[in-house]
């Protein structure tokens, strides 16, 4: 029995990829079952989180036996999404869009890249696996009669609002952006940023507090 | 006066990069001085978060007056460590080592990238920016005698946990992992990941959702 799922919170959502990715390493060392204690020390959220964030949608461990691994990854592949298919283009084919093109593992999960663009005429012409890298003033003409699902940005910041101008018209449904800046998009277009530096500055911090302790124990 | 932030928990360190992002921004555009109710409108946290995770450094806004947005810039900056200088090797020269030692905004935030390193013959020899690809085994010999204070793992899931290990060796302080596995480190070394596909992954959870939504309204 599935819940309906529409309000689960975005804080649980950003779990679940977590999970799928803990029971896909269980998956691997062959291992069938697990309790929702022993996910969580593996995954380091609380049992009883787990337990609360796997409810929301439609229970599937049982009391008492734990979780099928196998069943639950493949639940939460489907709910996650990943059992569907999304065109995705990418803007920018410096090193970072290239990379991007170059995970065989997101075209496996379902993302496939129709096409990187670039104004750089060095890169443009190139092929990142099987994928073109064309001209953006392309893109418009090249997304005609596609249906694009997510727009990838990997500009830089200063080009990047632009971009996203230009996605949004295509239009795209999502937009992934790693230029490190923050972009206005309309409401009914999803969003997702990676900013490397805030992870970044994480370590530093922890890295400031290591050598103050040091210098003041 | 400042407290003693031993005790700030993650979830408000991980906001501080934001916070600093936000700033920045407001100081290009020639903002002074800011209210929390303002910075909640930009940053999407409530102003009470804002005044209590700002409050967890010593109290920086006055009373009505909001805060002087250089002053809190420059504040956060220094909580956050970026008034310091990091020595970073980044293991793997593929396209995204490749992407991270050309962000030449680490740099300028004092992550020094002293080399990258790589078992790929075609890829030893090159420089980025002026940074060289040296090859994977000389790493060892290389940090001899230098304080290598984060190691950046660029390498696929297989090779990660040995490069890890490696950079244990070193030793390193932080260890800030790209690879696509979780990896396992002393408790003592700070650890980042970078799970791209964390991400990705919560795009096609909202756009199944809205598929869903259109089928079944």
């Given at each position: 029995m599935k819940k309906d799922h529409k309000d689960v919170s975005m804080a649980v959502i950003r779990r679940l990829p977590k999970y799928h990715r803990r029971l896909k390493e269980l998956m691997e060392k062959d291992v069938t079952r697990i309790s929702s204690k022993e996910l969580s020390g593996m995954i380091g959220f609380?049992?009883?989180q787990i337990r609360?964030?796997?409810n929301c949608f439609g229970g599937f461990g049982q009391q008492g036996y734990g979780?099928?691994?196998s069943e639950l990854y493949t639940e939460i592949s489907r709910i996650l999404g990943l059992t569907?298919?999304?065109n995705t283009v990418i803007v920018g084919a410096g090193n970072l869009g290239q990379a991007i093109a170059n995970y065989s593992n997101f075209e496996k999960k379902g993302f496939h890249v129709l096409a990187l663009f670039e104004k750089n005429p060095r890169l443009i012409g190139l092929k990142i696996r099987d994928v073109p890298v064309l001209d953006i003033d392309e893109l418009e003409e090249f997304a005609k009669n596609k249906s694009v699902d997510i727009g990838v940005i990997c500009t830089n910041s200063e080009n990047a609002q632009d971009v996203?101008?230009?996605l949004v018209k295509l239009p795209v449904k999502a937009v992934w952006n790693f230029a490190p800046v923050d972009i206005i998009l309309p409401e009914n277009i999803v969003q997702?940023?990676?900013?490397?530096s805030d992870s970044?500055?994480?370590?530093?911090?922890?890295?400031?507090?290591q050598r103050d302790e040091q210098q003041n124990p």
């Open positions: 609380t049992a009883s609360q964030d796997l979780y099928d691994v569907e298919h999304y996203a101008d230009q997702e940023n990676v900013h490397l970044l500055f994480v370590i530093s911090y922890l890295l400031k507090m």
